[in-house]
Structure formats: structure tokens, C-alpha cells
Nanobody, 124 residues
Framework: VQLQASGGGLVKAGDSLRLSCEASGRAGNDYCMGWFRQVPGKEREFVAAVTNIYGYTIYADAVKGRFSIDRDHAKSAVYLQMVSLKPEDTAVYYC??????????????????WGQGTLVTVSS
């Protein structure tokens, strides 16, 4: 399974951005896709996740109400719509896929495949 993330860029505080991630290869239908982010020198942190079949979603408290995760079942894709961006949202964003679609996990070690990361920079 390969994941291709895109959509990062440089925006101003208060702006919106939409990240995309498409999965290719044999992941089946019962999986979970998530977004994590990492700032240099810090641990990778969970952002949001969605299960593919039932569309169950979970969010980190830091992004709840501002970020929205959704998936396109037919394209094996997941999207992260980010609004009201803050400078502290600046990070490299990674999409990830967990072959166990019965859970939406916040734990990066539950995910089996990772995309290459896309940089989001929010200026003040």
C-alpha cells in the first residue's frame, strides 16, 4: 500500500487549507485512515482519523471544531479540511493507514502505512 499526500502550503493565520491523501495498492475496504503532524524536535502527534466503512471520526482536542476529516470510499482517499488555521498548526502533516478498520486510533504505532508528508506553514 502506498499513500500520496498533497495540499500543503504557506497560508496566513485564519486561512483555510485542504489536505488530500490517496491510497493505492491492496488495502481492502475495512481500514482506517488518519492524519498526524510533526514539528522538528517534537513527537509526532495525532490530528484526526476516520474509518473507511462506517465513517467514524475522532479528532485531537487541539483541532476539534476547526478541522474536518472525510473520506472518499471509491477513491480510497482521505481529506483534511482545515479552517481558522493558527501558527501553532505549522507542521509536516502525514497521512497514515491502519489495516484494522474496526478502530479509529490515536496511536501512531497502530498504523501500518505512512505517506511522505506535506508541509503546512501558517504565518501570523
Amino acid at each position: 500500500v502506498q499513500l500520496q499526500a498533497s495540499g500543503g502550503g504557506l497560508v496566513k493565520a485564519g486561512d483555510s487549507l485542504r489536505l488530500s491523501c490517496e491510497a493505492s495498492g491492496r488495502a481492502g475496504n475495512d481500514y482506517c485512515m488518519g492524519w498526524f503532524r510533526q514539528v522538528p524536535g517534537k513527537e509526532r502527534e495525532f490530528v484526526a482519523a476516520v474509518t473507511n466503512i462506517y465513517g467514524y471520526t475522532i479528532y485531537a482536542d487541539a483541532v476539534k471544531g476547526r478541522f474536518s476529516i472525510d473520506r472518499d470510499h471509491a477513491k480510497s482517499a482521505v481529506y483534511l479540511q482545515m479552517v481558522s488555521l493558527k501558527p501553532e498548526d505549522t507542521a509536516v502533516y502525514y497521512c497514515a493507514l491502519d489495516l484494522n478498520g474496526r478502530r479509529a486510533s490515536r496511536d501512531q504505532y497502530d498504523y501500518d502505512y505512512w505517506g511522505q508528508g506535506t508541509l503546512v506553514t501558517v504565518s501570523s
